[in-house]
């Protein structure tokens, strides 16, 4: 927690459209140490914005600023093009919601993760099999030595998630963040990728940012809890602590709808919304 690797203060993501301009993100204070944050949230509420914004995937129409957005010693928004591309990945490396729309179709697993390592490692060409096979390896793929000749089209969609999980590892980053990594997953596959993460980030003493709108599923493999709603931060709050702390009508509206084991056939509330939280 004390080595502090990202400190944000009053991020502001809005974007120029032909309606006007739009504010997605209005004012957005994190920090992250080599821990695990989720950020929860409806869809819309800027959670990926708060995060892409940082290394320069916004988008071409964005207009991105800040009191300040340090990663370590670094000013994230000062860095030109260049300097971000150097950073996503080698350092800041993001896994995406749609694995196989990350990999490239004609391309193997093997020679996908190889390209990774070249880049960020400089391994040479002849040990490159070997660190492919052991990074998957380590992402507890069975038979790399098969999988490593596969084509995305071969692998199955939580297969094809671990590929991208190696492929972000590959650069040994210091945060790695995880953008709807699972939703497109079914649920026990959710959970397989997300412990994996967690076997990972832990192993690898990295940070973690956990996006997702599934506060149930997240909680498990988080520190600290980020709630987002209409582009601000309305809590934040330790995880695995039980939810007496919360405080915001919007986050105790969400924990009332998570479905509950002990009470089958619960009748589960609708979310209601106050125009005055998005204020
Ligand atoms: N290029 C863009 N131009 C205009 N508006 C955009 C653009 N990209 C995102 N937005 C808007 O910014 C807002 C925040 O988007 P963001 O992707 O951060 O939401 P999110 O909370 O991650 O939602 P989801 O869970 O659906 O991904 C949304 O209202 C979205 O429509």
């Keep these: 927690m004390h080595d502090s690797l990202l400190d944000v203060c009053d991020l502001k993501v809005g974007f120029r459209t032909s309606d006007g301009y739009v504010e997605a993100v209005k004012g957005v204070s994190l920090t992250l140490g080599r821990e695990r944050l989720a950020i929860v949230g409806e869809s819309g509420s800027g959670k990926s914005m708060t995060v892409r914004s940082l290394i320069g ?8 600023s800040a009191r300040h957005a340090r990663f370590g010693e670094t000013d994230l928004l000062s860095l030109s093009d260049r300097e971000l591309s150097a950073v996503r990945g080698h350092r800041i490396a993001m896994v995406v919601q749609d694995p196989r729309q990350g990999l490239n179709p004609v391309q193997t697993a093997g ?104 506060l149930e599923l997240v909680s498990d493999f988080a520190d600290r809890i980020m709630v987002m709603y209409a582009g601000r931060t309305v809590e934040t709050f330790a995880a695995g602590q039980g939810y007496g702390s919360v405080r915001h009508p919007y986050t105790r509206g969400l924990i009332a709808c998570v479905p509950s084991l002990d009470r089958p056939g619960q009748c589960l509330p609708v979310l209601t919304r106050d125009p005055e939280w998005a204020r």
């Design 111 to 214: 020679r996908q993760v190889g390209e990774m390592l070249r880049m960020h490692r400089r391994t040479r060409r002849h040990d490159m099999r070997n660190a492919v096979e052991m990074l998957l390896d380590e992402v507890h793929i069975r038979d790399p030595r098969r999988v490593f000749d596969l084509y995305p089209h071969e692998l199955s969609g939580g297969m094809a998630q671990r590929v991208m999980v190696a492929m972000m590892l590959a650069g040994g980053p210091d945060i790695l963040i995880a953008d709807e990594a699972t939703s497109a997953l079914d649920a026990v596959v959710q959970r397989h990728i997300l412990e994996l993460i967690d076997e990972q980030v832990r192993l690898r003493g990295m940070g973690l940012i956990l996006i997702s709108h599934d």
């Design 57 to 64: 995937l916004a988008g071409h129409n964005a207009i991105v």
